[in-house]
């Protein structure tokens, strides 16, 4: 159903994946109101309640704050510390799997390296 | 919590066959539940059951915290929507409408002519004229305008196409948004629905092998792939549901929740993990291991 979500990881998490890389990207800029768990649950297809707990994960971590009576907003500062989150992440999610990857073909760190700044001359 | 149905080691046996056994559970109130299982696994007995259609051989049940049987305050508050409804033959769409409309206290007459419409369904024709997707497709409206507290369906697909059976799953997620209430789906289709659940009972042989949030049940069990040796490094020790091998390769499916630790260990073996659907479990889980025995009903 919903196209955009993977089978195994919890819905919960990746719709709170989905809003970061909204915020991320700026297309959910701080301080601007984000759908309601309503609005995201039709339209991901998926349970109300799996939304809601997707956007209160959100607010346990203070990327997203609640106006009483208004609805869910960015928090300021919130795409700075996504940021910071992310590159964490990085290094562990795509760094290390490239690096076996690597070695399983004998590619060395050099030609790796080549390969990376080859990559970052496209666009 | 909230449980609006209560289910205390029930069974129903038919002369000596069991087919259900030792069953119990609990129904929270406005929550979406899947009751899975194969065929003949007891789905519907339960549903039968919970409704007050059949008699369990023995245990205790309430409902909205009372016995059901033949009892209005709990029955009104019910909608089953059963996979193949009769009809009386002379009935058209519109008077299915009309007598549900004076059975279910909560029915909005204006929303189920919206879905007659968002469905495409010809309003004036007779029952015995439709089709079996269209006769599906009269269930799935009477089940949402009810709006009832409680509402079952069992397999209400019957012969609706792909078109039909999105629609009826975007309906669902909205009015069930604005009005909530608690839903029992019983379907085959688990990878359509599984989206759509908060809740899963998994029934085989009559018995509950699952009863978990759906969001948990998502991690319970992984599958590794990659070169034999290093799958069997991995998964030593564990408890395996699913194997299959080709040339070197092999994938391994684990009932185990995998940690941080052996993600980094699979990524060292040079170990695919691939995430495995409710669906993909529940065919592992409930797959041919022989113990699947039960009376057909």
């Known amino acids: ?123 | 919590m909230n449980p609006i149905v209560e289910v205390n080691r029930l069974n129903k046996t038919y002369g000596k066959d069991t087919v259900i056994r030792d069953v119990s559970f609990v129904i929270e109130q406005n929550k979406i539940y899947g009751l899975l299982g194969r065929n003949g696994a007891g789905k519907t007995t339960i549903m039968h059951i919970l409704t007050a259609q059949l008699f369990p051989t023995s245990g205790d049940m309430l409902v909205f915290g009372e016995k059901p049987y033949e009892n209005n305050r709990v029955l009104s508050r019910l909608c089953f929507i059963k996979e193949s409804q009769k009809y009386p033959d002379s009935f058209r769409i519109v008077d299915v409408l009309a007598v549900a409309a004076s059975i279910y206290p909560n029915w909005d007459q204006k929303y189920a002519l919206q879905l007659v419409e968002d469905f495409r369904l010809p309003l004036k024709r007779r029952m015995k004229k439709l089709s079996r997707g269209m006769l599906s497709s009269v269930g799935v409206i009477v089940g949402l305008a009810s709006r009832a507290p409680l509402t079952i369906f069992d397999e209400p697909y019957l012969g609706l196409d792909a078109v039909a059976r999105n629609l009826f799953y975007e309906k669902l997620i909205e009015d069930y948004a604005e009005y909530p209430r608690t839903f029992i789906l019983s379907t085959h289709l688990i990878d359509e629905v599984s989206n759509l659940l908060e809740h899963v009972i998994l029934i085989d042989a009559g018995k509950i092998l699952i009863d978990e949030d759906a969001d948990e049940i998502r991690e319970k069990a992984y599958t590794a792939v990659g070169a034999a040796q290093q799958v069997n490094k991995l998964t030593a020790g564990k408890k395996i549901i699913h194997q299959e091998s080709i040339g070197g390769m092999m994938t391994t499916t684990v009932l185990e929740r995998l940690n941080g630790a052996q993600r980094r260990e699979a990524a060292t073996l040079g170990i695919e993990i691939v995430p495995v659907s409710l669906q993909q479990l529940i065919v592992h889980l409930t797959g041919n291991k022989g113990n699947g025995k039960v009376a057909e009903s």
């Open chain 1, 1 to 123: 159903m919903g196209p955009i979500m993977d089978d195994g990881r919890p819905i919960f998490i990746q719709i709170a994946e989905k809003i970061e890389d909204d915020i991320i990207g700026e297309g959910m800029p701080e301080e601007t109101q984000v759908p309601s768990t309503n609005q995201f649950a039709s339209f991901y297809q998926i349970n109300p309640a799996t939304a809601a707990k997707g956007v209160n994960l959100l607010v346990d971590q203070g990327i997203l704050y609640k106006k009483r009576g208004i609805g869910m907003f960015v928090a300021s500062g919130a795409r700075e510390k996504l940021v910071e989150k992310r590159k964490e992440q990085f290094y562990e999610q795509y760094v290390i799997t490239m690096i076996h990857e690597a070695k399983k073909l004998g590619i060395t760190t050099d030609q790796l390296t080549d390969m990376v700044r080859r990559g970052d001359g496209l666009k």
